[in-house]
């Protein structure tokens, strides 16, 4: 089991080459800085405060693993100035089965998208503003409860 906050980019390959071995799923994702405005972003700036974000990673890393039958996962976070289409996270899960694989990967991801304690400002043609939270990011959430 594995967090890691990073301002550097990361290898797919790399971080995927000794994963879940002996597993039966293996299953990833990988979130991209997306242009909502296409066109007009010209960076997302991420930060993070590391003496909360870590241990709150960590935290539900573990809930995810007392949840569903784990035989390893990853999640990487960036933080910095990122590009649209720059690797922004990834989660990989490895399960014996691959509904607890697909299950955990996607409680993860809800988890990261919603309370992880990243702030996010978009840098446009137009101006800054910080990403606030959607109401369907905290529906999505709603349903692990």
Same mark, same amino acid.
């Given at each position: 089991m594995v967090v890691r906050v990073q301002a550097a980019d990361f290898d797919l390959a =790399?971080?995927?080459s000794d994963f879940g071995l002996g597993a039966g799923a293996v299953v990833t994702f990988t979130g991209l800085v997306r242009d909502h405005d296409q066109g007009g972003l010209r960076e997302?700036? +991420?930060?993070?405060?590391?003496a909360m974000t870590?241990? =709150?990673?960590t935290a539900i890393e573990a809930r995810a693993k007392s949840r569903w039958n784990l035989a390893d996962s990853l999640i990487i976070h960036r933080f910095? =100035?990122?590009k649209p289409g720059d690797r922004i996270m990834m989660v990989a899960t490895a399960a014996r089965h691959r509904g607890d694989a697909f299950q955990a990967a996607e409680f993860l991801m809800d988890y990261l998208k919603s309370r992880a304690p990243? /702030?996010?400002?978009? +840098?446009t043609d137009k101006g800054?503003? /910080?990403?606030a939270a959607k109401d369907s990011d905290e529906a999505a959430i709603d349903r692990w409860s």
């Open positions: =790399a971080e995927l997302m700036l +991420i930060e993070h405060y590391p870590e241990p =709150a990673l910095g =100035a990122l990243f /702030w996010k400002k978009e +840098i800054e503003s /910080w990403v």
